[in-house]
Structure formats: C-alpha cells, structure tokens
C-alpha cells in the first residue's frame, strides 16, 4: 500500500509540473501579446497627440552629403581571395592585402569599418566586381539624403542640399524632387 501511494504522489508531482510547464510555456507567448498590445496602445496614442496638434506645413533643410552606397556580401567578394596571414589596422587602404587585414580585423571583432581607398586602381576593380555579384546593389546614400527622404515620408517639405546625378533624382520621393536642390541654389546665389 505504501508503494502505491509513493507511485501514486511521483504522479501527481510529475503531473503538476507538466501542466506548470505547460501553463508557463503560454504565459511567454501571452506576455509577448501583451507587449504588442501595450506598444500599439503607445504607438496610437502618440499618433493620436500628433493629430491633435498639427503645426501645419513643416519645411526642413537636410545639409550636404550624398553618395550612393554599394552593398554586397563580402563572402562573395573576397571568394576566391586566399585568408590574410595576420589581422592589421590601416588609416586607408592600398592593396587587396591591406582590404583584407583590415577586414579580418574588424569582422573578428564585429564591428563596422569605412576606410579611403587610396589605389585608385583597386577602387575601381572592387566596385566592378562587386557590381557584378549577384548580391550587389546600390541604395541612396549619406545621411542627408536619407533623413530627407523619410522626413518627405512624413509629410515634411524638404530641402536637400546635394551633389545633383541622376541616381540621387531618381530615388528622391515626387515631392522632394523639386525642392532637392533648392538651399544650394540660394546659397549660390547668396555667394554673388
């Protein structure tokens, strides 16, 4: 008799922590609905208060720096390169020696790194190549360009000061293009 009931409270115990695991298992999933729900309350309510006290028509004058960035893997790009023998830092880049240390520097680490690109022969054999990989693409680049474009997202008239090319014209929104250029032409004419 006493076996049955040690075999008999083991159940009970292994049962009560089963339906434990099983009820806390739905409480994470809950407690992510409830985080989404608290943050779409948040997110209503601040566009609620944002509907209530429109300011009207806002201009904005987003500065100089554009470019156009290309994007690729570098697994694509340094595919049929050999491993550099050591890791380095450099202040700007000369060879594809060089490219590499520096990347395998920073990558190890898990950082992000800009460096100028001195060879200008080098320069432009990385950009051939990596326009021609399959994961090569150019977006709009440089933080004005891009603050200008989601304040137009927005609703904001902008002004963008910027080097014109037909690349920064063609991915700018229909009501930046007309003002993208503004702030340089008062400027230039201010300068006379």
């Known amino acids: 008799?006493?076996?049955e009931k040690a075999i008999g409270i083991t159940t009970l115990i292994s049962f009560l922590i089963l339906i434990f695991a099983y009820l806390n298992s739905n409480s994470n999933f809950n407690a992510e609905n409830d985080l989404q729900k608290r943050l779409s309350q948040i997110l209503d309510a601040m566009l609620e208060i944002e509907n209530d006290h429109t300011v009207g028509k806002v201009r904005i004058a987003v500065g100089y720096?554009?470019?156009n960035d290309?994007?690729?893997k570098a697994s694509e790009l340094l595919e049929n390169e050999s491993p550099p023998s050591a890791t380095k830092h450099y202040?700007?880049?000369q060879t594809m020696e060089q490219l590499k240390e520096m990347y395998a520097l920073f990558?190890?680490?898990g950082s992000a790194a800009e460096r100028f690109v001195s060879n200008e022969t080098l320069f432009m054999e990385l950009v051939k190549r990596a326009e021609s990989l399959p994961s090569g693409r150019y977006v709009l680049g440089g933080n004005a360009p891009v603050m200008a474009k989601r304040f137009a997202m927005e609703g904001g008239s902008v002004m963008l000061?910027?080097?014109r090319n037909d690349y920064l014209l063609k991915n700018l929104l229909p009501?930046?293009?007309d003002?993208?250029?503004e702030i340089v032409v008062s400027y230039l004419n201010m300068a006379k």
């Open 179 to 181: 003002m993208a250029f």
């Open 91 to 93: 202040g700007h880049i």
């Open 175 to 177: 009501n930046m293009a």
């Open 1 to 3: 008799m006493e076996g």
């Open 161 to 163: 000061g910027a080097k």
């Open 65 to 67: 720096g554009a470019c």
């Open 70 to 72: 290309l994007f690729v």
């Open 107 to 109: 990558f190890s680490s």
